[in-house]
């Protein structure tokens, strides 16, 4: 209820949005791991891994700082492109759900024909993908030393 203290809705929320969640997580986990999987198989393959591996780094170290650095810079990119569908949610858990979302305005604004709700999340989307490409350009510079931020 609207009346309640704000502790209480607080906490009506959060229960209700376990399930939701959840179900989002598994989706956004399993894709993510498919491509580390996909993406550490390949550059286990690379010449520098053997390199490291012939002189001695054990198998853990070989693994972590070499392998793992440079298959995190492909789910740099990824993750940039991803911030739009974060807040856009799925169209499909709100409608199991009922819950009301940026997905669900997004299909019902289309179904409705409202325009001006659909050019305003179009540019809202839009503007979410830059600021997600910005992200990830910053965030490369951390992942990948020689990449450089100026």
Partial sequence: ????????????????????????TY???????????ANLEEVVRQDYIRTARAKGAGPWRVLVHHAFRNTLIPLVTLLGLSLPALVGGSVII???????????????????????????LTLMFS????????????????????????
């Fill in 27 to 37: 989706v956004v986990l399993a894709y993510n791991s498919r491509f580390i999987k």
């Fill in 127 to 150: 503007v979410l993908t830059l600021v997600g490409q910005l992200l990830a350009d910053i965030l490369y510079s951390i992942v990948d030393p020689r990449v450089n931020v100026e």
């Fill in 94 to 120: 709100e409608q199991i759900f009922t819950w009301p979302g940026m997905g669900r305005l997004f299909f019902e604004s289309i179904r409705e024909r409202d325009y001006p709700t659909i050019m305003g």
């Fill in 1 to 24: 209820p609207s009346d309640a203290p704000f502790f209480d809705r607080c906490m009506d929320v959060g229960w209700h949005a376990i399930l939701p969640i959840t179900c989002q």
